[in-house]
């Protein structure tokens, strides 16, 4: 047993079934036996419009990666982006995009166009490292860490204005799973990590050029516009959720409320009015180690109580045939939830690890009405996992 497994263990019983623990384990397995990590991320086809009301595109496998088409981003002038995503170039079943580079990350537009984020930190398979990104609302923004600085920053589009973080953060503070939440107009940046070592979270403030420690170990799913509050959740040893407030006036401590949720859940981002946290419940099927589906309902959240205000049963999508995990927000009444069919397989200990690199799926993008539960379809598309896509608005993980 690594130390990594024994810091993350009392993750592993409610992990999400893109297992994040179990992937981390098995890249420092692989990084200690010398064996060379593959995976591949070639996810296609979701837009955002420049207004919280999301556009998804259907699918079309490599669509924008044709040949001599992927280049790296230019300096200014790009439209606002429609998601990202990171490839790898050896996958166990399918072709890698043409032009693939191993680790790094990818954006779209809206109109389609791909191109190469160079600047961003590629993961190696030389070290057990994350490279988390992120886009504002409108697609207009982007934030990842940029290897050459050593420290994350926060890029306008359009203009091709570069601001970096106050402070440096050295690359083995990403920890192995990164979490980046960025507001609305670029000016901040949340960053938390796992597993919760001594090393800081914080919030930046770009434009006063400030720093603020968070929490570690916890996932941003919500920043108010002045960023003087901050949403985040908690999954392990059990579902929690904290609100910070006065961020910048006092400390954090004696602003921070904490409550636990009655049960294990995956909240989706924030809601637009700010206080909304949906979920969906996690819950283990029979037989099967370590295999999580979801509930059958839509679970409302108080915010501030930690308890069930409602549920709402899901019309339109089975929640038990499916993965699924919720995203950012379509709208006032609608979330997204991302969906592949679920596989569940007994667990054998003398079996060998499940490959790091699984089999392209169908990952379809649903609209769900929070208060009728219903679904409606949106877009169909192809990836290796969930957690290789990044969409404007839900903080970006990795």
């Known amino acids: 047993m690594t130390w990594l497994r024994a810091v993350l263990s009392d993750i592993a019983d409610h992990a999400p079934q893109v297992d994040l623990t179990e992937r981390t384990i098995r890249t420092r397995e692989r990084r200690r036996r010398a064996a060379p990590i593959v995976a591949s991320a070639a996810v296609i086809a979701t837009a955002l419009a420049a207004t919280a009301a999301v556009r998804l595109l259907p699918a079309q496998p490599h669509a924008a990666t044709a040949p001599g088409t992927v280049t790296d981003l230019p300096a200014r002038g790009i439209e606002p982006l429609s998601h990202a995503y990171m490839t790898f170039c050896r996958p166990e079943d399918g072709k890698a995009p043409p032009g693939c580079v191993d680790g790094g990350w990818r954006v779209v537009t809206q109109g389609g166009k791909t191109y190469r984020l160079a600047q961003a930190l590629r993961v190696l398979e030389s070290g057990l490292r994350t490279s988390p990104l992120a886009i504002s ?129 995956l909240v989706g981002g924030l809601g637009p009015d700010g206080k909304s946290i949906i979920a969906v419940e996690s819950v283990s099927v029979p037989g099967a180690t370590g295999c999580l589906r979801r509930g059958e309902e839509l679970v409302h959240l108080d915010r501030e109580s930690g308890k069930v205000l409602r ?65 409606r379809k949106l877009a169909t598309y192809t990836a290796q996992g969930f957690f290789h896509l990044v969409l404007p608005g839900f903080p970006g993980t990795l």
């Not at 203009?159 to 000016?187: E, N």
């Not at 499916?322 to 569940?344: D, H, K, M």
């Open 137 to 265: 609302r409108d697609g207009r923004k982007i934030a990842y860490y940029d290897a050459e600085v050593g420290t994350f920053a926060v890029r306008d589009l359009a203009s091709g204005a570069v601001q970096t973080a106050p402070t440096k953060v050295p690359k083995a503070w990403l920890g192995s799973i990164a979490h980046l939440l960025l507001s609305d107009d670029g000016r901040f940046l949340a960053f938390t990590k796992r597993p919760p070592l001594k090393d800081p979270a914080m919030l930046f403030d770009m434009r006063e050029r400030m720093v603020r420690p968070l929490p570690n170990g916890w996932n941003p799913i919500g920043l108010s516009p002045d960023g003087d509050t901050i949403t985040l959740a908690e999954y392990a040893p059990k579902t929690r959720l904290q609100t910070i407030s006065r961020l910048w006036q006092t400390s954090t401590a004696s602003n921070a409320r904490t409550v636990d949720v009655a049960g294990h859940y």
């Open 311 to 375: 549920r709402v049963p899901v019309r339109g999508l089975s929640m038990t045939g499916n993965s699924v995990y919720l995203r950012s927000w379509t709208g006032p009444q609608e979330i997204i939830a991302l969906a592949t069919p679920l596989v569940c397989k007994k667990r054998d200990v003398d079996a060998p690890a499940p490959s790091f690199d699984p089999s392209y799926a169908p990952f379809t993008a649903y609209a769900l009405n929070v208060k009728t539960g219903k679904a």
